[in-house]
C-alpha cells in the first residue's frame, strides 16, 4: 500500500509580491489604447469584470477581431519588455508556488489559492497568461480549465484520471482516503514529492467527471450520490453516512447540517416514504434497502421470512422479524395471529396463509 503525507506543501501559499502593483508594472509598456483594452479584457479595473472582444469592439467602433490583434499584439510587447524582465523573479515564484500545489490546478482552485476577490485573482489571471512558465488547456468534456507548469506531469494526471473515471461504477461512493488511495495506484510513476493528500485532491479536482459530496465522498459526478437533486438524493446520504436505522427527525436536521438546505421534519418523512431506496425498520427509523432490509410492514416481514425459510415456530419467527425491525415482540405476535395471512399446523409452525 502507498503511503500518503499528511502535511501538505504550502497549503496557504502566500506570494511575496502584490500581483496588482505587478500587472500596474507590466501594462506601462504600452499604449494608452493597447493598456485600455487589456485592462476591460481581463478585469484589471475597480469593477474587475472582464469584457468580450465585442463589447470592447463597440465601445472604439472597431471589429472583435482588431480587437483580438491588438490584444495579441499588446500581450507580446508586454513579454518583450523591460518591465517583463524586471520582473522576472516573480514570474519564478509564481512557478514555483503552483508546482508546490501539484503542478496542474483546476484555474478557479489555483486562483482561489492565491486570492480571495476577484480582482486580485484576476491580476493572478494575467500574469499567468503572460507568464512563459505557465500553460492552460481550456476545459473540455472530461476536464476543467487547468494551469500546469509541467506537461509530463499534466499528461500523466489527465490520462490517470481518465482511466480512473472508466473503472467507477455509475453509484460508486468512496470515502476520500480510499479515493485518494485509489488514485496514487494510477500514478506511481510520478514523483514521492507530489503525493501528498492535498496535492492528490487537487489533482482529482481538476476532473470534470469525478466530484466530491458535501460529506467528503467521490463518485461520478452524474451520480445523484454526488450530485444531489433533492431531499430525497439528501436523505439517501444522511442514512448511508449514519450507517445504521435513524429516526426521520434526525435525517431532516442533518440534512440541514450538512447541506444547508431547510428540511422541514413532516416533508422529509414524505419524501422517505415514497422512495423505494428507504425502508421503515421501526417507529419513524428508516433504513437502506440495499443495507439487506425487506420493504413493507411487519405482516409483509413475515410473509417473506416464511417464503425463505420455511414454516417456523413462533419464537423462530420473532427472532428474525426483529433483525429486520425495530419493534416490539407483541407487533410481531399480534400480526402472526391474524388468519388473514398466516395459520399454524400441528407442529406448531406458522405458515403464509396462501399456501394452505
Known amino acids: 500500500m502507498t503511503t500518503v503525507s499528511t502535511k501538505s506543501p504550502q497549503k496557504t501559499t502566500k506570494l511575496s509580491f502584490k500581483p496588482k502593483q505587478v500587472v500596474r508594472h507590466l501594462l506601462d509598456s504600452l499604449s494608452d489604447r493597447a493598456r485600455d483594452v487589456i485592462t476591460r479584457r481581463y478585469g484589471l479595473d475597480e469593477k474587475a469584470e472582464r469584457m468580450t472582444l465585442e463589447s470592447i469592439g463597440k465601445k472604439y467602433g472597431i471589429t472583435r477581431e482588431r480587437v483580438r490583434q491588438i490584444e495579441n ?21 509564481l512557478r514555483d508556488a503552483i508546482k508546490a500545489l501539484g503542478g496542474i490546478v483546476a484555474e478557479e482552485d489555483l486562483l482561489n489559492h492565491f486570492a480571495k476577490d476577484d480582482s486580485t485573482k484576476n491580476h493572478v489571471h ?33 490520462s ?27 500514478i506511481k510513476e510520478v514523483a514521492d514529492e507530489y503525493k501528498d493528500d492535498e496535492v492528490v485532491k487537487r489533482w482529482l479536482s481538476v476532473s470534470h467527471r469525478i466530484a466530491k459530496n458535501p460529506l467528503g465522498e467521490w ?40 447541506f444547508n438546505k431547510k428540511a422541514h421534519v413532516a416533508t422529509t418523512h414524505n419524501e422517505l416514504i415514497k422512495d423505494d431506496r428507504f425502508v421503515l425498520v421501526g417507529r419513524g427509523l428508516y433504513a437502506l434497502k440495499e443495507w439487506g432490509y425487506m420493504s413493507g410492514v411487519v405482516k409483509d416481514v413475515i410473509k417473506k421470512l416464511i417464503e ?8 423462530k419467527v420473532v427472532e428474525k422479524v426483529l433483525k429486520e425491525r425495530y419493534v416490539k415482540e407483541n407487533t410481531i405476535l399480534v400480526n402472526l395471529q391474524n388468519p388473514k395471512y398466516f395459520y399454524k399446523d400441528k407442529e406448531g409452525k406458522y405458515h403464509n396463509i396462501d399456501e394452505k
Open 160 to 186: 490517470s484520471l481518465k482511466k480512473l473515471y472508466s473503472e467507477l461504477e455509475d453509484d460508486d461512493l468512496i470515502a476520500e482516503p480510499d479515493m485518494i488511495e485509489s488514485f496514487l495506484e494510477y
Open 73 to 93: 499584439h499588446a500581450l507580446g510587447a508586454i513579454r518583450k519588455s523591460k518591465e517583463y524582465l524586471k520582473e522576472k523573479a516573480i514570474f519564478n515564484e
Open 308 to 315: 425463505k425459510h420455511g414454516p417456523m415456530v413462533r419464537d
Open 219 to 258: 463518485g461520478k459526478i452524474e451520480s445523484p450520490n454526488i450530485k444531489a437533486k433533492g431531499m430525497r438524493d439528501y436523505a439517501f446520504l444522511v442514512i448511508r453516512k449514519h450507517g445504521s436505522p435513524i429516526h426521520f427527525r434526525e435525517v431532516a436536521k442533518a440534512i440541514s447540517e450538512y
Open 126 to 158: 494575467f500574469m499567468l497568461v503572460i507568464g512563459e512558465h505557465f500553460t492552460r488547456e481550456k476545459e473540455d468534456d472530461h476536464f476543467k480549465h487547468r494551469w500546469y507548469v509541467d506537461k509530463d506531469l499534466a499528461d500523466k494526471i489527465h
